[in-house]
């Protein structure tokens, strides 16, 4: 039998506007790989519409406390109609993406008895 403990409910981080995709998600899988969680990836979805890319990615990284007794996080990034913009950062050409971002974080533990 398992009993679980609810640590996040439905925590929400939204943003609007310019950010790198690709730093976003190795910001994310660093922030995991520091804590010592095992990430696995659940679901990846990028879907491209008329108004921009549609993005989903949801991440369950785990890790094992003790034997009986383990963490969840839950993260589901999605992000609408994304679209790629050429901008100059400190005199540097970068193609970066603009759009909407959602960031969905649950937790919770384990204790099996």
Known sequence: MAEKKILIDDKRIYFSGVFNLKKLFAEINQAIVE???KSV???SEDVITPTGR??????RPMKDFESDFAG???IRVKM???KEKAMEIDGINQKLEYGNVLIIIDAWTTIWT
């Open 35 to 37: 804590r010592g969680y």
């Open 41 to 43: 990836e659940k679901k």
């Open 54 to 59: 549609q993005i989903y990615l949801e991440l």
């Open 72 to 74: 969840m996080v839950k």
């Open 80 to 82: 609408y109609d994304v």
